[in-house]
Structure formats: structure tokens, C-alpha cells
């Protein structure tokens, strides 16, 4: 236990203080986006193996209909966001940088664009295992950001025992609130969701981490939790990264997940807010996960907000639709410390974008890099206790084994808190990532 | 939509950040050094003034004339010759003759910084290199201490601080006698203690009214400027307090064996530029330690072997050595003092 646990607020040790600039969408309700003339759906939008496209060119499909089924255990299907006609299936930019492939639909527009309903569950007289088919069947992903399958999340690995359940609603990135939005705005579907992981990982308690910026989610949520005590809600303190899955769980319970473990070593499974009310709302009607909510919030937008947007909507589609007025920005998909930089407006948002960020810093734009002066600053920012002082000046050598087995390089999960506080502006935390690629090469050159 | 595309500027994340430049945290260092400046002006008069312009100036135009030569921009601007400057002033007597402080700013920077690489690349402490190497070079003039607040330091400088180069400095003991207020014998409270057994009362040391160099006398002021960088996040206090706590154990050992022969653990704290140099010097950023447990055992044992030193060894002021040893472990400590990763299993990393 820390000395910070003492004085009674939930929280870790290190971390950093952004400025939260939520304040532009946090009190917005939620709306809906029209859907966009042209929907582009990326077969590969999560960790795991891509599904594989079931419609040709030319094909009608209705919305919620399934277009992509899963390709093997670790891969989920997907389902058409609009109705309308597959234009073509090509190669198309996708948040991950690269082009992949795309279901590619035409927007019937005079369609009424209502989803198709699929066979209703019973939750109750489900089995587990049932149930996490079902779970796999929506198509759900971590909408949290890292997009890993649910279901897989949901499986417990053998030899392990799971006794309760994290919920992740601490959205500690800066701008971002859909998760604000999503616990304020659907609570019902979020406490089944609960309960749906918790049958399913057979756990028999179940947190709800909050940052204490959300001091309005504690009071929606409270008068929902069950009488029996089963799942609770607890704020912890307001700062990043706070919704780190390791730094969440010590937060909550003062427990450490293990260096390259699992949750499930210490018998906790992680779970993202939005995903769980998703999985509430969709998995009781057989449905699948055809939008999300995403807050389209930063520099020089006429209606900023949080918006159920179409998977697959364009860039470009967004921000005419938000009123962008400006002429050069960075267009971030995630928050503005982990999230990744889009190249084209024709890059569509995915299940794994929880924001659309148009930041103008041209005016602030700093890319002088001063060599390091050893300050520390870094060290005592690092939640996970690296040296990226040490890594720096390391990767600056192309050390990069070094890096790997005499300074954790791969504990890192790429907070970029480092690189926040540098005041030499070296770029830490970009350094480490191209570190890992590099040793990822070498180690299959290697064979 | 036919309207004109944006222009899309990409990056990797990160894409916000809010720390104070390098060059604000040299400027904060420079402004919680102009107090103690004052002070020991205040102190010491026209002579320490010219002293600290001097070092500066030789300091700032050593960088600047390096940079030129390895033809980079020049990094005058980050303010730390300037810092490095000002803290040799504040290490030397206030009647130090100017040609001899301008060959210790010369050498500061060339040896102690430019020789290394330039800023963040210096193993040792620069001013520190610089008052070793007049230290060596000029050892009458460096022990030569002249009386604080004496009568006319304002009107007209110490003998010795106008001194020909390559000549031997004018005496300072006539002056010493004309000027000083009651009974000064130009010794340190140190030497007063080592050399003849007599001990300065810790008051005096805490406020600043015995003889010393021109930045070590008033300890109470240095800490106020110490507390306003810790608030500021510019200075690592753990270093300072680790120096401390080393320097007040160790002396209390000691004081414990014998305390008649031996002085008490407040004198070791608060005479001979300890606090300055736990304060200011230690400090660096470049040369102190990054890992928590690192920066314990440099800073107990920068105070530790300023107690041996002063008590053992020939020379008063210890604490300069303290510090260039401590620098100079400062990696190999480092190296067996990597923090614990979250998470990881004992007995494995």
C-alpha cells in the first residue's frame, strides 16, 4: 500500500496531470450522426485474425446484417452499418496506418435504415458457454481503444479462476468523454452487461472504477447497483493513465497485475464501460455492433459533441457534418495521448475509435529536441516504474537489445507520459515503439 | 462535398505536452540564485559583484566560442553557462583576484562541459571542475577569505581582487585589519575549527555574518531559494535532503565518539558551503543520479565523505571533492539502482 492510499483517495503512484479540456462535450447528450453517402468498413478492425467477407460487389445488404463471418478463435464477424449496396471491396486507409482491406457501401438513401432484429435471448437459461458465443456473435471488441475480442476476454484460461470483474470507466485521456456519456446515458444496459461478463468469467463481485471528475456518473449509476452488494462503483483520482488496466486494478484493490501477465493471474478480468453496456444493449436482441458513440471534439469545430456514429463513417463525412472550419489540423482517432494520427479523410472511424480529435497546435508546435539533462522527470512520471531516461539516451545509440533485456522494454505500454514531460522535447515514448518494432524484426530475421 | 480538403499534419502520439523547457527550468535556477547573489554582494561588496561578472561572462563566451568551433547553434541561450558561471563566483572568496575567475569560467565550461559534449553530456558538476582546477592552481589566492560587511566594500574593491595577471596578488592582511569590524582573523569557521579547535556558534552560520566564500555564508537564504525551486518542480529535494542526512549522521557518529574533539552535527550542516552545495550543486541535473535508491546513497554519500574529508583530510573545504566523487559514481550506482518494475515477480526481472 503507498503512502497516497493513506490519506484515502484511490489511486497509484506517478502518472501525470493533463490539462482535461473535457468540458467542450462532457454535458452534450449524445446524438445521432446521419449516415454518411458512403460507408467503408475494414475487415481487420481488432487484434486477431481478420473475418472474412460473405457479400460481393453489387450485393443488397440490410443494416445489422452479417457481412463478415468470424475466421477462427480470435476473430469476431461483422455486420453492415447501413443499408445499401456493396460498391466494391478494396483496398481502402485505415487507422492503423496502413491500407487494408474494405467493404465498401453505398448508402441506400431513401431507406429507412431501421436494423434487423435477430433472434431474442434469454440471458437467464443461457449456459456459459452459450453465452459467450452469443457475446462473440455481436461482434464485440474492447471499445476502449485496444479493440481486443470480448468473447476472448470472456474465456477464462484454463487453470485460472476469475472472482470479479473490473469495469474500466475512468476514460482518463484528455477530450474524451464517450464513456462520461455512455454511463450517464445507459445504465441499464451497462449493469446487464455487468452481470453478462460476470456469468461469464464466473466471478462473483463486480467494481466499477470512476475517475472523480465524473462526480454525476457515481450518482446515476448508484441508485442501479443491485441490493445485494454484488457490483459496486468506486471513484478513483483524476489523472492519467488512470484507465491503464494495470494502474486501474492497483487503484481499486492495490493489487499488481504481474510484468507480462494477465488480469486473470490475480483473478480480475478488465473490462471496458462502453463494451459492457454495448454487449447489455445488443446481446438480449441478437444484434451486432454497428456503431459507437464518439466524441468529435477539438480546434475550430462549429458542433462539437458526442455522436453515435455509423462504423465506418469517413473522416471527411465527419467533419463537414461537424462544421470543421479550419485549414490544416491533426485529425487523432483515440485521445490525444495514445491515439493515432489519421493520414486521409477517407480513413473511416472503427470499433475501436473513441474519438475524433482535430487539433491545430501549429501555433505551439515544438520540435526542437535538446539533448537529455538527466532531470528525471521521467522516472517520475512512468507508471509502470521504467527508465526512460536510460531507454532514451539507449535508443539514441541503437541499442536497442539492451533496451529490451536489461531495461523492460517491452513492460511499456506506451502511455506517453514520458514524452510528456520531457523538457528536453525528446520524443521517449516514439523512440521505445520504433525499439519494438525493430527487435520484433530482427527476432524473426533471426528466425 | 466539394469543399477544399484541410491539410492534414501527421505525428505519433503523444500530441499534447505541457513541461517547462530545459531552458525554463536554467532560468528558474538562475533566478533562485540571484538572492543568494544579492546577499553576498550585500555582504561582501563591489568585489564579489565583479567577481560573479566576471566568471559569468568567461563562462557564457566559453560556450559560445565552442559551439562556433564544432559549428552547432550556439546553446548560450539555454541560460546554464550562466548558472555555472554564477555558482563558481559563489564558490570562490569574495577577493579572488578576476583573472584567476576567468580562467576557472574558462576552464568550467572547456574542460567540465564542452570537453564531454556539451549540456547533458558532463559527468562532473562544470563549476565544480572549474574551482578544482584553481583550487590546484592557485592555492594562496583560494584560501586567502576577507571579513564580511566590512566598512567600505562598497567604495573600493579588495586589494587582491585587482590583481595583474601572472602576478602575485596584493596582500589583503593590511586591508584586512583597516576594514574588518571587530577582531576578524580571516579564517574560515572551518579552518577556525580544524586548525584551532574553535568553534563557531551555529547561529552565525544559519544567518551569515562569519567569512567564507562568497556564496557559503548565509544558509537560511539559501534554503528559501532551494524551497522556491522544489515548489517549481526545478530541483530533486530528495538529493539535497539525502546530502544533508548523510552529512548530519555522519558528523553525529563522530560527535557521539568525541564530541571535544570532534564538531557537532549542526556546525558540519550549516558552515563551509555545505547547504549551498547541497542546495545548488548536487542539484545538477546532469550529474546527479535519475533512480530514487541512486540518488539516496550518492547524496548520504556526498555528505559522508565531506565529514571524512574535513575532519581527516588537509584541506577545509570538502565539499567540493565530496561532490566531483559523488559525480563520479554517480553511473555505477546507477547501474545496480534500476527501479523495480511494476509488477514484476520477485526473485525474477
Redesign the interface.
Known amino acids: 500500500m503507498s503512502l497516497l492510499k493513506l490519506f484515502g483517495r484511490k489511486t497509484f503512484p506517478k502518472g501525470i496531470h493533463?490539462?482535461e479540456y473535457k468540458e467542450q462535450t462532457s454535458a452534450r447528450p449524445t446524438r445521432r450522426l446521419p449516415f454518411a453517402p458512403q460507408i467503408i468498413v475494414p475487415l481487420s478492425q481488432n487484434i486477431g485474425k481478420p473475418p472474412i467477407a460473405i457479400v460481393r460487389k453489387g450485393q443488397h445488404v440490410e443494416r445489422g446484417e452479417v457481412i463478415a463471418v468470424a475466421d477462427g478463435a480470435l476473430s469476431v464477424p461483422l455486420h453492415a452499418p447501413v443499408t445499401g449496396t456493396v460498391k466494391d471491396i478494396e483496398l481502402m486507409p485505415t487507422p492503423s496506418g496502413s491500407k487494408k482491406d474494405c467493404i465498401i457501401i453505398d448508402t441506400q438513401p431513401s431507406s429507412s435504415q431501421i436494423p434487423i432484429q435477430g433472434e431474442a435471448r434469454d440471458i437467464e437459461a443461457m449456459s456459459r458457454d452459450e453465452l459467450i458465443q452469443a457475446v462473440k456473435d455481436t461482434g464485440m471488441v474492447g471499445l476502449g481503444g485496444a479493440s481486443f475480442p470480448t468473447h476472448f476476454k470472456m474465456t477464462v484460461p484454463a487453470g485460472k479462476q476469475v472472482h470479479t470483474v473490473i469495469v474500466n470507466g475512468c476514460e482518463c485521456e484528455?477530450f474524451m468523454t464517450t464513456d462520461h456519456r455512455v454511463m450517464l446515458e445507459n445504465v441499464k444496459n451497462l449493469i446487464l452487461g455487468i452481470r453478462i461478463a460476470m456469468k461469464c468469467v464466473d466471478a462473483s463481485r463486480a467494481m466499477i472504477g470512476v475517475e472523480d471528475n465524473k462526480p454525476d456518473v457515481l450518482a446515476a449509476i448508484k441508485p442501479h447497483l443491485p441490493e445485494d452488494g454484488s457490483i459496486t462503483i468506486e471513484a478513483v483520482e483524476t489523472k492519467y493513465p488512470q484507465g491503464a488496466e494495470?494502474m486501474l486494478v492497483?487503484s481499486l484493490l492495490g493489487l499488481?497485475?504481474?510484468?507480462?501477465?494477465l488480469p486473470a493471474d490475480i483473478g480480475l478480468a478488465v473490462f471496458n464501460v462502453a463494451t459492457l453496456a454495448e454487449i447489455g444493449r445488443l446481446l438480449p436482441h441478437g444484434q451486432g455492433l454497428i456503431e459507437r458513440v464518439v466524441t468529435i471534439t477539438g480546434d475550430d469545430l462549429e458542433k462539437p459533441g458526442n455522436y453515435l456514429v455509423p462504423i465506418g463513417t469517413p473522416l471527411?463525412?465527419i467533419?463537414?457534418y461537424a462544421g470543421?472550419n479550419?485549414?490544416?489540423?491533426?485529425?487523432?482517432l483515440?485521445g490525444?495521448?495514445?491515439?493515432?494520427?489519421?493520414?486521409?479523410?477517407d480513413t473511416p472511424v472503427t470499433k475501436g475509435t473513441g474519438a475524433v480529435?482535430v487539433?491545430d497546435?501549429?501555433a505551439t508546435k515544438?520540435d526542437d529536441i535538446?539533448?537529455?539533462?538527466?532531470?528525471?522527470?521521467c522516472?517520475q512520471a512512468c507508471?509502470?516504474?521504467?527508465?526512460p531516461?536510460?531507454l532514451g539516451q539507449l535508443a539514441a545509440k541503437r541499442r536497442y537489445d539492451v533496451m529490451e533485456e536489461?531495461?523492460?522494454l517491452n513492460?511499456c505500454f506506451?502511455c506517453?507520459c514520458c514524452?510528456?514531460?520531457?523538457?528536453?522535447?525528446i520524443?521517449l515514448?516514439?523512440y521505445f515503439?520504433i525499439a519494438k518494432v525493430l527487435n520484433r524484426e530482427r527476432r524473426l530475421n533471426n528466425g | 462535398m466539394a469543399e477544399k480538403s484541410p491539410k492534414i499534419d501527421i505525428r505519433t502520439s503523444p500530441y499534447i505536452r505541457r513541461a517547462p523547457t530545459v531552458t525554463e527550468i536554467m532560468r528558474h535556477v538562475v533566478y533562485a540564485l540571484l538572492p543568494v547573489c544579492a546577499y553576498s554582494i550585500y555582504q561582501f561588496g563591489i568585489s564579489a559583484l565583479a567577481s560573479m561578472i566576471t566568471t559569468t561572462l568567461a563562462c557564457v563566451a566559453t560556450e559560445h566560442f565552442f559551439c562556433r568551433m564544432a559549428d552547432k547553434r550556439s546553446t548560450v541561450g539555454d541560460w546554464s553557462a550562466v548558472i555555472t558561471g554564477l555558482l563558481l563566483a559563489l564558490t570562490l572568496p569574495p577577493g579572488f583576484p578576476l583573472w584567476m575567475g576567468a580562467v576557472g569560467g574558462f576552464v568550467s565550461i572547456a574542460l567540465g562541459k564542452a570537453l564531454f559534449g556539451g549540456l547533458g553530456f558532463n559527468v562532473f558538476n562544470p563549476a565544480l571542475v572549474g574551482r578544482a582546477f584553481v583550487q590546484a592552481a592557485f592555492p594562496v589566492a583560494i584560501t586567502t577569505w576577507t571579513p564580511a560587511f566590512a566598512v567600505n566594500r562598497f567604495s573600493e574593491f579588495i586589494p587582491s581582487t585587482l590583481a595583474v595577471p601572472f602576478m602575485t596578488p596584493a596582500p589583503t592582511a593590511e586591508w584586512t585589519l583597516k576594514t574588518a569590524v571587530d577582531g576578524f582573523t580571516g579564517a574560515t569557521p572551518l579552518a577556525l575549527m580544524k586548525f584551532q579547535g574553535v568553534m563557531t556558534d551555529a547561529q552565525d552560520l544559519f544567518l551569515g555574518t562569519v567569512a567564507g566564500s562568497a556564496g557559503e555564508p548565509s544558509s537560511l537564504l539559501i534554503v528559501l531559494c532551494g524551497l522556491y525551486l522544489a515548489y517549481k518542480k526545478m530541483l530533486d529535494w530528495r538529493i539535497t535532503a539525502a546530502v544533508i542526512f548523510g552529512t548530519a549522521i555522519s558528523a553525529e557518529f563522530f560527535y557521539l565518539l568525541d564530541p571535544a574533539k570532534y564538531p557537532s552535527p549542526a556546525f558540519m550542516v550549516f558552515s563551509g558551503g555545505l547547504m549551498f552545495a547541497a542546495v545548488f550543486m548536487t542539484t545538477d541535473m546532469v550529474s546527479s543520479p535519475v533512480t530514487p535508491w541512486g540518488i539516496f546513497i550518492v547524496g548520504v554519500l556526498v555528505g559522508f565523505l565531506t565529514v571524512v574529508i574535513r575532519l581527516f583530510g588537509a584541506l577545509t573545504e570538502a565539499v567540493m571533492y565530496a561532490i566531483l566523487f559523488g559525480n563520479a559514481a554517480t553511473p555505477i550506482i546507477e547501474s545496480f539502482t534500476q527501479p523495480r518494475i511494476f509488477g514484476a515477480r520477485k526473485g525474477k526481472d
Open positions: 493533463p490539462v484528455p494495470k492497483y499488481e497485475i504481474p510484468a507480462g501477465g471527411r463525412y467533419l463537414h470543421f479550419g485549414q490544416q489540423a491533426e485529425l487523432i483515440g490525444p495521448m495514445m491515439g493515432s494520427a489519421a493520414a486521409s479523410l480529435l487539433l497546435q501549429r515544438n535538446l539533448p537529455c539533462i538527466k532531470c528525471g522527470k522516472l507508471p509502470i516504474n521504467l527508465n531516461c536510460e536489461q531495461y523492460h513492460d506506451e506517453g514524452s510528456y514531460v520531457c523538457p528536453s522535447n520524443p515514448v516514439q515503439r
